[in-house]
């Protein structure tokens, strides 16, 4: 049977992630020290694990409402009124979803018809533009650069909006880079968003995910944004929640009420542990947040540092648990470069390529991991440069 012809075109002519290409390499080979996956090495907090297991034990194990429960939606609610200053109606105006994945499929999915043109800061994660083609949408693709802090830029946004532009996807504070957009910036694309009339789609995945004095600031706290500005996170990031599986998307009724729809027909509802353990998060949660904060700011700089002195330059990241140095000192692409290392040193990081054609120069490091994972494959990376440097 020739299923070439049976199955759908838009998917097949899809990519597989760049990401899961090195994970699957370094779990076929021993001794390998992975740098590649997003993924916190602390365990989900005790208190939030305790409470699933006591749903679990009291045999709360039917479905939820497909908004997901009242009471968690109330505290997503407090939650983001109190750490980013923006209320929304539990009712009408959050949606629980299976993972902010999920979440960005079902927005991008409700706004973008037939022809909508999708526009995509990159370097970015993985699956902004390939859900734009499988909605039927054209990503246009906007190249974020070293020099501009990896910021998307007003003069940019401006460049690229045409009459059929439907979405600015806004991917901030930024994986793969570690971009964060501060108030300023967000202000300056407000202005051109408004002037255009189209409507954004805020990932706000690791706005917990800041350092320095200035904290995250959500583009639905920019004037008049709100309305324009479907938010869009979870509990993966901030609260070392990843199996858990569990997001939601923050918007205005019209669009969440179409993105339930799909959800509806689709999952039906979140996982009902997941959301009973993300309720006591979000209630006695803050000071884990911090706690993890600490450490992945303490990594972040060691890692820089290094980096720095091995002469891979790199940008100082402001957010998420990611660092993005330039591999050109090695004289080799990006694919090559992590593919060499990991089988010369055991040492597995993701080619900027896999986020973008413009990530061409760069590997994307994940510092989300062990201070001791860190280091051991800091001292192979380094071991991997010397032994290239002497071969050529």
């Not at 009408?92 to 973008?112: K, P």
């Not at 019209?254 to 729809?261: E, F, G, H, R, T």
């Not at 993890?292 to 402001?318: A, H, K, N, Q, S």
């Given at each position: 049977?020739?299923y070439?012809?049976?199955?759908?075109q838009?998917?097949?002519?899809?990519?597989?992630?760049?990401?899961?290409r090195?994970?699957?390499?370094?779990?076929?080979?021993d001794?390998?020290?992975?740098?590649?996956?997003?993924e916190?090495?602390?365990?989900?907090?005790?208190?939030?694990?305790?409470?699933?297991?006591?749903?679990?034990?009291?045999?709360?194990?039917?479905?939820?409402?497909?908004?997901?429960?009242?009471?968690?939606?109330?505290?997503?609610?407090n939650?983001?009124?109190?750490?980013?200053?923006?209320?929304?109606?539990?009712?009408?105006?959050?949606?629980?979803s299976?993972?902010?994945?999920?979440?960005?499929?079902?927005?991008?999915?409700?706004?973008?018809?037939?022809g909508?043109e999708v526009?995509?800061p990159?370097?970015?994660?993985?699956c902004?533009?390939?859900?734009?083609?499988m909605a039927?949408?054209?990503?246009?693709?906007?190249?974020t650069?070293?020099?501009?802090?990896?910021?998307?830029t007003?003069?940019?946004?401006?460049?690229?909006i045409?009459?059929?532009?439907?979405?600015?996807?806004?991917?901030?504070?930024?994986?793969?880079?570690?971009?964060?957009m501060?108030?300023?910036?967000?202000?300056?694309?407000?202005k051109?968003?408004?002037?255009?009339?189209?409507?954004?789609?805020?990932?706000?995945?690791?706005?917990e995910?800041?350092?320095g004095?200035?904290?995250?600031?959500?583009?639905?706290?920019?004037?008049?944004m709100?309305?324009?500005?479907?938010?869009v996170?979870?509990?993966s990031?901030?609260?070392?929640?990843?199996?858990?599986?569990?997001?939601?998307?923050?918007?205005p009724e019209?669009?969440i009420?179409?993105?339930?729809?799909?959800?509806?027909?689709?999952?039906?509802s979140?996982?009902?542990?997941?959301?009973?353990?993300?309720?006591?998060?979000l209630?006695?949660?803050?000071?884990?947040?911090?706690?993890?904060r600490e450490?992945?700011?303490?990594?972040?700089?060691?890692?820089v540092?290094?980096?720095?002195?091995?002469?891979?330059?790199?940008?100082?990241?402001?957010?998420a648990?990611?660092?993005?140095?330039?591999?050109?000192?090695?004289?080799?692409?990006?694919?090559?470069?992590?593919?060499?290392?990991?089988?010369?040193?055991?040492?597995?990081?993701?080619p900027?390529t896999a986020?973008?054609?413009c990530?061409?120069g760069?590997?994307?490091?994940s510092?989300?991991?062990s201070l001791?994972?860190?280091?051991?494959?800091?001292?192979?990376?380094?071991?991997?440069?010397?032994?290239?440097?002497?071969?050529?």
């Amino acid at each position: 049977m020739d299923y070439t012809k049976l199955l759908n075109q838009r998917l097949t002519g899809l990519k597989p992630s760049g990401i899961r290409r090195f994970f699957d390499i370094a779990n076929e080979m021993d001794h390998v020290i992975s740098l590649s996956i997003g993924e916190p090495d602390f365990t989900t907090p005790w208190h939030v694990r305790q409470e699933g297991i006591e749903t679990l034990r009291k045999g709360q194990t039917w479905y939820s409402p497909n908004r997901g429960f009242e009471e968690l939606r109330k505290q997503i609610s407090n939650y983001y009124a109190r750490r980013f200053n923006v209320e929304y109606d539990p009712d009408q105006e959050i949606l629980v979803s299976v993972g902010g994945s999920e979440a960005i499929d079902l927005c991008i999915r409700a706004l973008v018809q037939e022809g909508d043109e999708v526009l995509i800061p990159q370097p970015a994660f993985v699956c902004y533009e390939p859900m734009t083609i499988m909605a039927g949408g054209t990503p246009v693709i906007i190249e974020t650069k070293a020099e501009d802090a990896f910021r998307l830029t007003a003069e940019q946004l401006e460049a690229a909006i045409t009459p059929r532009t439907k979405l600015l996807i806004l991917p901030f504070p930024n994986n793969p880079t570690g971009a964060v957009m501060r108030r300023e910036h967000l202000e300056a694309i407000a202005k051109v968003i408004e002037k255009h009339d189209i409507l954004v789609l805020s990932d706000e995945i690791y706005g917990e995910l800041t350092y320095g004095k200035e904290r995250h600031v959500s583009f639905a706290d920019i004037p008049h944004m709100k309305e324009r500005t479907i938010v869009v996170s979870g509990f993966s990031k901030a609260y070392a929640m990843t199996g858990w599986r569990l997001g939601y998307a923050l918007g205005p009724e019209p669009v969440i009420s179409q993105m339930l729809k799909l959800h509806q027909y689709a999952i039906m509802s979140a996982p009902t542990t997941a959301q009973y353990a993300a309720i006591e998060a979000l209630k006695h949660g803050d000071n884990d947040i911090e706690h993890m904060r600490e450490e992945y700011d303490m990594r972040r700089r060691l890692i820089v540092d290094e980096f720095g002195r091995m002469g891979m330059t790199c940008f100082e990241p402001e957010g998420a648990f990611y660092v993005f140095p330039s591999i050109q000192v090695s004289g080799m692409t990006s694919e090559d470069f992590c593919e060499k290392l990991i089988y010369a040193q055991r040492v597995a990081i993701v080619p900027g390529t896999a986020f973008g054609d413009c990530g061409e120069g760069f590997a994307r490091v994940s510092y989300s991991y062990s201070l001791k994972h860190i280091q051991e494959a800091l001292v192979r990376i380094e071991k991997f440069l010397n032994e290239k440097h002497s071969e050529g």
